[in-house]
Structure formats: C-alpha cells, structure tokens
C-alpha cells in the first residue's frame, strides 16, 4: 500500500511470577495495539485511515533451581495477529560457580510460524491464504505458507576484577520455509514488479562480546562488539 509507514504502537503487558528457593514460575501475556495508514492497504478489508491492527501473546516460563549452581528452565508461548501465528519453545540450561564469579548459559528455542490471513478476520473460515500487493493477487507465489526456525544461544560471562566484567556469546539460526514477507513488492528496472522472493532456508551465526567497566558513582562504560554472517552472503558487525 501507499503511506509513510509511521506507526504508533501501544503495547500495554502483564507479568505473574513467584519464586521460591528450588522453582520460579512467571506468566506474560500482552497486546500490541498498532495504528498505521500504511497497514490499512496490506489485508483485503476496506477501510479508513485509521486503520488498527493488533497482536495478542502470551509466555510462560518455567525454572528448576539445582545444587551447584545449576538451573534448567522451560518456555512456551504463542503470538498471534490477523496475518500471523507463531508458536515458540524454549529448553535452556545456565550454571554459576560457588563464588558467582563465573557463570554459563546454553539456550534453544524453536518457532514455527504460519504466515496465512484470516484467522482473526469475521468474514473468514480461518486461515485462508498469504496477502500479496494489490496488483499481483492474480496468482499463488508461493506453496508454502510456514516457517520453522531454530536458534540455539550460548554464552559465557567471567568477573575479571571488582569494577569489571567480560561476557562471550555465540548464536546460530537456521530457518526454513516462507522467509520472504508476501506483501512486500519488488520493482525491477524496467518497472515490472514481483513479490518479494528469498531462498527457503537461511543459516546465520553471530559472535559477540561485551565488556563493562565501573567507573565509579552512578556511571557504568559499556563495552559490546556485536558480528554475524550468514549464507545469504551477509556480513554485519556494529558497537
């Protein structure tokens, strides 16, 4: 559609939690609130300009606390909006060694998403079919409307003095499936136009290291080098 793309969101949220010495238990549920004149010409209901979407989830999380340091945790959750649902799961372990000088995580989460319109549309039987641009609703690009993704997370932070700290973190993300957005066009050269087209899977790994000082009173210099790559031919690296 035509627009600025300027959103405002809203995103009022909910947190449960308790904890005891061996467990700790928290719930998160929240709506995203999102008003766009952009997003008004995405789906297939006419409307004003005052178009608002939203996007309901709830988490929950789950944590064992064992001898030594050791806790094994548990999420699972789901996201859902008009054009998209998403069902997340998480199994991660993390240490800390008797002086809390120390410490180690190691993280997997699993998403699978379906990227259909019309789950939360009235005039709808569920979810139907992917949303195009307007102009090039005249065929299916694709025959595949899901997308699985995997990402493990590992890390590593170490106390080097009273002041400062050193942290190491690796990740690597596979996905595979629909990894291009339907309604995005792509306007060649010579003016024809095609839905955005992405390969079906993508592998990405990223490397990062933080470093925070104390420098005294209320002031913390933090330090965080942050690169990744991936078989897109993609490299980043950012401060």
Known sequence: GKGTEELMVYGPQLTVSGTTESHSVSIQTGIDIISSASTDNIDFVESSASKVDARTYLNGTYTHYLAGGLAIS????????????????????????????????????????????????????????????????????????????????????QVLSKRTTLGLFYELGIQKGLLSTPFHRVIFSDSTKAVEMFPDSRVK???????????????????????????????????
């Open 205 to 239: 790994s990223g490397l990062s290291v933080r470093l925070n000082h104390f420098a005294g009173g209320s002031t913390i210099i933090k330090n965080h080098l942050i690169s990744y790559l991936d078989d897109f031919g993609t490299f980043g690296i950012g401060l």
């Open 74 to 157: 548990g999420n699972a959750g789901f996201s859902i909006e008009s054009d998209y649902f998403s069902l997340g799961y998480m199994v991660g372990v993390s240490k800390e060694n008797t002086e809390r000088l120390s410490s180690w995580f190691a993280r997997l989460q699993v998403f699978n998403d379906d990227l259909r319109w019309g789950r939360l549309d009235k005039q709808a039987n569920g979810p139907e079919t992917l949303i195009y641009p307007a102009e090039l609703r005249y065929k299916e690009w694709f025959d595949e409307d899901h997308r699985q993704s995997y990402n493990l997370a590992l890390g590593f932070t």
